[in-house]
């Protein structure tokens, strides 16, 4: 049955898309394990730093994309704060726009459901310090994990950032939540892309904000060792238990279609050229994340 848990009131009022609006305030809401991280780096290349403003809860909370805490932080701060980012980024829930006093827009990455819960179950078992990571690693399969309700992030997760849905119990996710999250999409949102598509999705980060520093090399991914075979009938459960990331993804999917048919009439031809850009771009890529990344354990360490 449908549930009327955690509905929320960000329908009371459509938002512009940024396409319509100049100079927005761009909001990442951020979905664990869907190559966000990756992005970021796109992001903070064509944001100067000074407008970029990463929100995130406090050490001392537990940890999670599915968390309304960073909505809360951004709200108590001042006015000028608030209007001062023009790129906002975090794991959170959508809702945050409301307290942006000018016009903003979100951005979004969704992945396929099964790969990215496969990813985040390897995230925690692996992670000592994750707040789940006791129970993943202490002999519970992927199945157990996915379906067990120890981790709401492993019920539809994906739906219910998009919906700013936390409320809803475990395994109670109903067609409502979906529908919310497609009509915020299609109210708030100027690109959801797709994991699978990053190429596709960054040529409409250019052809939405005119955004050109688009390399990029892949961050934060999970080493190979981490990458054993996914039994089919776990697959299958995962697949269940996040049956609205699933329709969710094929609606994205099929919006991402629409949208690259409409602005890259000749599509192929533009991938080739980023992509042979990019393949020119990786080694110096690397070479600067791998210096960022001494650069912030040195300062970690002081």
Known sequence: MASDVGKSRHDEAPAATGSTIPDPTVIFLHVGKTGGWTLRQVLYRNVGRSQVMRVKPPRDRPRGFLNVQPLEDFA???????????????????????????????ISMLRHPVPRAISQYRHVARTAGHRLHERAAAGMTIEEYVTSGVALEMDNAQTRAIAGDVETPFGECGRDM????????????????????????????????????????RTNSAPDTQRAPISESAKRA??????????????????????????????EADLRRFRTGNRLYKPWGRLCYRAKQRAVRTFERT
């Open 76 to 106: 108590a701060l001042s006015s000028a704060d608030r209007e001062r980012p023009r790129l906002i980024v975090s794991h959170m829930i959508f809702g945050i726009h409301e307290s942006v006093p000018r016009p903003s827009t979100y």
């Open 238 to 267: 995962i697949a269940a238990q996040n049956w609205l990331d699933c329709e969710l993804y094929e609606y994205v999917s099929d919006k991402l279609d629409a949208r690259l048919r409409a602005s890259f009439p000749a599509l």
């Open 178 to 217: 979906l529908e919310r999250a497609k009509r915020h999409i299609d109210q708030h949102f100027s690109i959801v892309g797709l994991t699978e598509r990053f190429d596709e999705t960054l040529l409409l980060l250019d052809s939405t904000f005119g955004w050109r520093n688009l390399y990029y090399v």
